[in-house]
């Protein structure tokens, strides 16, 4: 089965629940080598996308993911709101019309987050940021589809590898954003960015255990 | 008409503050608006609140952006990409320190000259001495 619209739909109402479950957590990784308020924006950002989730209903995904992104980036203040905003609009315009995602669609999906990203905060990996997670999640879900698994397959591998990343991060000094300001006192803190990051692609796979095929 | 001015400030009384004291040096010649905080007015930036403020003091001559942290860039490049879906007037966003900056741009503005001369002055902010050093 393909990622349908109503997969859509749950995957975000979900990812807004785990976020406001993790809010403390991520705020406290934020805390760490940032403005302390990650958990917080993204709590707010979703739960405000969460609440439009109701008028979505019939939206095709890409304009689902559209709204997604305009809620994020007119109710997010920091600077996860211009990146996931920037992030679900170039996803929103790649599946434009489309009522259903299979493996290439998500890899599709995949490409253009992680490029809006780069985009925007004008980064690459190996900088501390949510492309430390997002990029390796990009790869495994190339291999994934180039070894023709299924999409719970491809989705678990994802979010695998982008839980990997996120390890990664904490050895690595930060070049980009607020923690970029603390310098060599970036090294051995989680970037909390990576991690929602991360949390997006594992809610994502939760959402399609024993569904997507 | 002259070059509007937009201050961008994760915090708004920053901003304000900012915009009052070039405010000053531009003795009601040019137009000035702050774009502070988060949108419900915590610390952060606005893409709405910048969206906003360049709409208001934009004409024509174009506007200068000036901004206090590096982390405000994607929100106001996001406000200058939506600004400039509908309108042809020049923006351009400073690298120059926010207090200096503005207050520099102000009067430069204030005397008519053109964005590029405006944002050529706000960057001689980074090379304004505070402390005079004693001779030796």
Request: no cysteine; charged share 20%; aromatic share 4%.
């Amino acid at each position: 089965m393909p990622i349908t619209t109503e997969d859509t739909l749950r995957w975000l109402k979900q990812y807004a629940q785990v976020l406001h479950e993790q809010r403390d957590y991520l705020t406290q990784l934020d805390s760490a080598i940032g403005d302390a308020d990650h958990g917080f924006n993204m709590d707010r950002g979703f739960k405000a996308v969460s609440e439009k989730l109701a008028g979505m209903a019939g939206m095709d995904i890409g304009s689902i993911l559209k709204t997604v992104g305009t809620t994020l980036v007119s109710t997010v203040g920091g600077a996860s709101g211009p990146l996931y905003g920037t992030a679900f609009l170039r996803a929103g315009v790649a599946t434009s019309g489309k009522q259903e995602l299979y493996a290439a669609d998500v890899v599709n999906l995949l490409t253009v987050f992680v490029e809006g990203i780069k985009a925007r905060g004008k980064a690459q990996t190996g900088e501390k940021t949510m492309l430390d997670a997002l990029v390796p999640a990009l790869e495994a879900a190339k291999m994934a589809e180039a070894k023709k698994l299924d999409l719970a397959q491809l989705l678990r591998l994802s979010s695998a590898a982008a839980e990997e990343g996120v390890k990664q991060t904490i050895p690595m000094l930060a070049t980009k954003g607020r923690a970029s300001y603390l310098g060599e006192r970036s090294i051995g803190h989680q970037d909390p960015g990576a991690t929602s990051s991360w949390l997006l692609l594992k809610t994502l796979a939760d959402t399609g255990e024993g569904v997507f095929s | 008409m002259t070059v509007g001015l937009v201050i961008v400030s994760h915090s708004a009384r920053l901003a304000e503050g900012v915009a009052e004291l070039a405010g000053q040096m531009a003795q009601g010649l040019v137009s000035i608006a702050s774009a502070g905080g988060a949108p419900d007015g915590s610390l952060g930036t606005s893409f709405e609140k910048v969206l906003a403020a360049l709409r208001q003091v934009t004409g024509p001559d174009g506007a200068l952006i000036l901004l206090d942290l590096g982390s405000a860039v994607m929100a106001t490049e996001m406000a200058v990409e939506a600004f400039a879906a509908d309108h042809d007037y020049p923006v351009v966003i400073s690298a120059a320190p926010l207090v200096e900056g503005a207050v520099l741009a102000a009067v430069e503005a204030s005397v008519g000259s053109s964005l590029q001369e405006v944002a050529e002055a706000a960057e001689h902010g980074s090379e304004l001495p505070k402390l005079h050093k004693e001779d030796s």
